[in-house]
Nanobody, 123 residues
């Protein structure tokens, strides 16, 4: 069983930056692809970005050029660096992990989930 612990959310002004972290345990980190989703209350969970086991990044169009995914195998941690944030980025951000897929935008395809962290961008 894989456990995912997220950190790094918070309140930031429009134009600011935040870095989210997702630390995994329970399986070798090298076996896991890491994805980031976000969800606004009342809406479906949407795919943001992911990084494969060999560190290939994938991005949804609305974050290209603003967000960057990374991973540090020595720290068992994946990261989502978010720059140029705007109020529309306000959501609960979740990390997910899976041993088989890398860029699937369907949240049901991912086996393991973190607890979520709130990101609020003020105007």
């Amino acid at each position: 069983q894989v456990q995912l612990i997220e950190s790094g959310g918070g309140l930031v002004q429009a134009g600011g930056s935040l870095r989210l972290a997702c630390t995994a345990s329970g399986r070798p980190f090298s076996e896991l692809a890491i994805a980031w989703f976000r969800q606004v209350r009342g809406k479906e969970r949407e795919y943001v970005a992911s990084i494969s086991r060999d560190s290939t990044p994938y991005y949804e169009d609305f974050v290209k050029g603003r967000f960057t995914v990374a991973r540090d195998t020595a720290k068992n941690t994946g990261y989502l660096q978010m720059n140029s944030l705007n109020p529309e980025d306000t959501a609960v951000y979740y990390c997910a992990a899976d041993q088989l897929i890398a860029a699937n935008a369907n949240p049901r395809a991912w086996d393991y989930w973190g607890q979520g962290t709130q990101v609020t961008v003020s105007s």
